[in-house]
C-alpha cells in the first residue's frame, strides 16, 4: 500500500463498497475497500499512500475513531468521510481533525471523484513536504557542532570576521568551516542556507 494514487474503502455496506470500487475504478484508481475500521489497521503500514473513503457510522470503531487513531499513529492519509446521517458538530470535529471533504450518502459521483482528486494532491504535496525535510535533516546531520554553530551565526547576518572574534578562532578558520557548511548542505548562497537552517530550528 504504497502507491500514490490508492483509494481506500472504509464502509460495513457491501453494496457501498461495491457501487464505489466500480465508480473509482472507471475513473483509474486502484481501490481495495474494507469492512471495517480494525481490518483497514490490520493492513495499514508506515509507508501509505493515497487517500481514505470512510463511512461514520460503522460497528465497533467508527469512522471519527479511526481518524483519530490514524492521527496517534502519526498517518497523515487524507480523509472523505462519507455519512448517511451526518450532522454538523461531527462534520465539524472531523475537518478540524484533519478530513478533506465531509459527504452524505447517496453520494454525487462527480463530486466524490472531485474531493478524491484533491485528497491525493494533498497527499502527493505532503509527501513532498515531508521529503524535502528528510532530504534536509540528511544534510544537517552532517555537520559538525561547530559547523552548526557557525551556520547559525552566518544566517544572523554576521560577518566571518565577527563570528571569528565571537568564538575566537581565527577568520580563515570560520572562512573554512563555511566552505564546508556550504558544500554538505548543498547550498548555493546565504539565502538557500537560511532557509535550510530554518528547519533546524523547528
Known amino acids: 500500500m504504497t502507491m500514490s494514487d490508492n483509494i481506500f474503502v472504509v464502509d460495513d455496506d457491501a453494496a457501498v463498497r461495491d457501487s464505489l470500487r466500480m465508480l473509482l475504478k472507471a475513473d483509474g484508481h486502484e481501490v481495495t475497500t474494507y469492512a471495517s475500521a480494525k481490518d483497514f489497521l490490520d493492513a495499514c503500514t508506515d509507508d501509505i499512500r493515497g ?5 461514520v457510522k460503522m460497528p465497533g470503531m467508527d469512522g471519527p475513531m ?32 484533519g478530513a478533506i ?18 485528497a491525493l ?11 524535502g525535510r528528510e532530504f534536509v535533516s540528511s544534510r544537517l546531520s552532517t555537520l559538525t557542532d561547530r559547523e552548526r ?22 577568520y580563515r578558520t570560520v572562512e573554512s568551516h563555511r566552505a564546508h557548511i556550504l558544500r554538505k548542505t548543498g547550498a548555493a548562497n546565504l539565502i538557500e542556507l537560511a532557509r535550510i537552517a530554518s528547519h ?3
Request: net charge negative; hydrophobic share 35%.
Open 121 to 131: 494532491s494533498h497527499d502527493l504535496q505532503q509527501h513532498e513536504h515531508d521529503s
Open 66 to 97: 479511526l481518524q483519530a487513531e490514524l492521527n496517534r499513529r502519526g498517518l497523515r492519509l487524507p480523509i472523505i468521510f462519507l455519512s448517511g446521517q451526518g450532522t454538523i458538530p461531527v462534520t465539524v470535529r472531523a475537518i478540524k481533525a
Open 149 to 170: 554553530e557557525i551556520m547559525m551565526l552566518t544566517v544572523t547576518g554576521r560577518t566571518s570576521k565577527e563570528i571569528a572574534r565571537q568564538l575566537s578562532i581565527s
Open 101 to 118: 471533504d465531509f459527504l452524505t450518502k447517496p453520494v454525487d459521483g462527480s463530486e466524490l471523484l472531485s474531493s478524491v482528486r484533491e
Open 51 to 55: 487517500c481514505i473513503i470512510l463511512d
Open 200 to 202: 533546524d530550528e523547528n
